[in-house]
């Protein structure tokens, strides 16, 4: 398989961009890495806080984003065994670990504290030619659109695992915060998936239609129009408790301060979504006496990982996306940065 020696990227040169479309080398796999040529990268709000480095954990600079890489495996390491030149792979935000701490033994590798984080501590998926840790890329079968599934291996991993995380049992009400987004609209597939009754919490009438007729949510609530957003969310539920679990995907801070009031006794408020800067806050004396639980969930193990993939490739989620090419990556910021985005942006990286 030919491999050329230069490719197009996108690539951070300073923080608070702008990014570059630029061409840059391709890189060699080390023994225990595979290059993939990635075909089609999902677009996640962590990329535009890689860019802006407003996150509280430095980037390396110059930086190629993107950590929702789907493409064919070119090239491999010489202590790779277990993927081969041909297979259909994917590139995620963990890019590897030691897979030796007390954490990686545990199956918790995303809690390494020597995990590699794609296009954030090294060079991620808004290129032709990506490097991947083999233990850690996701295995993708074959008939598997690579664009489609593109999204999965951050926003739909992540949003699957904070509803394992959860404790909402089937037959149970998940309130997602921030439903119409890229991680929203997958947190509602996989929660129906998982026979969860769902509530979406977003606003506008793009995203309430999604939510309703496209997504399979019960019941929607416009946290811009509604005049009390803790009881209406209580009353979207059969008894008027609030529901078993929240999801918070949500990218500004206030709905993290309105969760604890609006779940149900002995419900769980999973935060998932991290708003630059925000902080948490609870009433005590309700956490107190509902016995509520607060936690956070990030991203997913290698077993997520293959599951989430397994409902993508059953047709059990899908995922609204847009295609665009790598080359107009800033204009999909642009609209990020705007709210404006229902659904997922994906870049095709031969364009």
């Not at 790598?326 to 031969?350: C, F, N, P, W």
């Amino acid at each position: 398989m030919s491999i050329p020696t230069e490719q197009w990227a996108q690539v951070i040169e300073k923080t608070g961009g702008p990014v570059e479309y630029k061409k840059i080398p391709v890189p060699k796999p080390g023994p225990d890495e595979v290059l993939i040529n990635v075909k089609y990268s999902g677009v996640c709000h962590t990329d535009l806080h890689a860019l802006n480095g407003d996150w509280p954990l430095p980037t390396k600079l110059p930086l190629v984003g993107g950590h929702e890489g789907a493409g064919v495996v070119v090239a491999k390491g010489e202590l790779v065994d277990n993927v081969q030149i041909g297979d259909h792979a994917g590139i995620k935000w963990i890019n590897g670990t030691c897979l030796a701490c007390d954490f990686c033994q545990a199956s918790d590798e995303p809690l390494c504290p020597k995990a590699l984080l794609s296009g954030y501590t090294v060079d991620g998926t808004f290129q032709q030619y990506a490097i991947g840790k083999a233990a850690h890329v996701a295995r993708i079968p074959k008939d598997v659109p690579l664009d489609g599934v593109s999204p999965v291996l951050c926003a739909g991993i992540t949003v699957y695992k904070g509803l394992k995380e959860s404790g909402a049992r089937p037959g149970q009400t998940v309130a997602i915060v921030g439903a119409g987004g890229g991680l929203g609209s997958l947190a509602q597939q996989f929660a129906k998936a998982m026979g969860l009754h769902v509530i979406a919490i977003d606003s506008g009438e793009e995203k309430k239609k999604m939510s309703l007729e496209q997504l399979g949510s019960q019941a929607f609530v416009d946290f811009a129009t509604s005049p009390n957003v803790v009881k209406d969310v209580q009353n979207a539920t059969e008894d008027g408790l609030g529901p078993h679990a929240v999801l918070l995907v949500a990218a500004n801070e206030k709905p993290f301060q309105q969760a604890a009031e609006y779940v149900r006794p002995r419900g769980s408020v999973v935060c998932i979504g991290l708003p630059a800067g925000a902080t948490l806050k609870a009433p005590v004396f309700e956490s107190v006496i509902k016995m509520v639980q607060i936690k956070g969930s990030y991203v997913g193990n290698r077993r997520d990982t293959a599951e989430a993939l397994d409902f993508y490739r059953r047709g059990l989620v899908k995922v609204p996306f847009k295609v665009v090419g790598l080359s107009e990556l800033q204009k999909v910021y642009d609209l990020m940065h705007g709210g404006e985005i229902a659904g997922r942006y994906i870049v095709d990286t031969s364009r």
